[in-house]
């Protein structure tokens, strides 16, 4: 830690607001426990938690000196470790998910459970990765339970997690992998067929000749969480994982649910990484091995300087941006 500086640059907001409250500012460069690592970041990837951490959906500023770092995933160099890290060595490339944030900054720091060495991947592609994998493959695997024959259908399908989700379903041998998408301009590769989201049960029952789907990923919430149960195939399920519509609480009747054998569960990765950090750990491991052998495909990512990180953050709130998009940091 001795030859590392006492500070570093950061892209941060001390105030909650649109994305005008970036600030570029020097803070201290983090500190070490036992079990966690410092990354010197070369790209932070972006994701719509940030849009909202900024937007204060998480609660005020309350990191040093009154600033927050955004950034749920990183990737670049190991420069030190904690006396009980073995997962990862100094010098390593490495892609790190950082529950706590901060990856919009030339250093951060995460635990070892979330950190692993980026194989064949370039750094660029790994930073899209730590965040988005492990939550489509908690989606589709750990609470979708999809099947080989299985049908599914993916809200904001041309998102980050979306993306990902449609890849991993086609690898697991879903039947149809369905999309939803807010502007007919978006017309992300890899579906089956794309659905205008404001009308789109009718269209899904149609395809697939009136039994519906097994599996909605719905990261709205809204009207279309409540549309999602009647695209339902018999025993389907539909898995929440965010709200990015900004709605009034939605509620379902259990008693509907159970006489049309339908289920609604949920996914928050910042939960499981509290209490299940290998599941996390394991599935970026998984992910990175995945994309690096072929198994699952990938678009290269938009690499956008940090400096016009409040463009970006602009660009996600008017739905503009599809793909991912990650900031150069290093």
Known sequence: MSTLPATMRAHAFRSNGGPEVFESIELPVPGLDDRSVLI????????????????????????????????????GRVVAVGDGVTEVRVGEDVAAYLPSFGGYAQYA?????????????????????PCVYPTAYGLVSDVGRLRAGDSVLIHSASGGVGGAAARIARAAGARHVFGTVGSP????????????????????LEATDGRGVDLVLDPIGGPVRAASLRALAPFGRVVVFGDQGRHDDWSED???????????AGFNIGDVARRAPATIGGHLERALAALASGELAYEAPSVVPIAEVAEVHRGFEAGERSGKTVLRVG
């Open 40 to 75: 010197e970041v070369a790209f932070a990837g972006v994701n719509f938690a940030e849009v909202q951490h900024r937007r204060g959906e998480f609660g005020e500023p309350d990191g040093p000196g009154g600033y927050d770092v955004p950034g749920l995933e990183a990737s």
């Open 109 to 129: 720091v995460t635990s070892a459970d979330f950190v692993r060495p980026v194989g064949g991947l370039s750094l660029e592609v790994a930073a899209g990765v």
């Open 185 to 204: 301009a978006k017309q992300p590769a890899g579906y089956d067929a794309l659905f205008a989201r404001e009308a789109f049960a009718d269209q899904v």
């Open 254 to 264: 259990v008693f509907a649910l159970w006489k049309n054998s339908r289920a609604v």
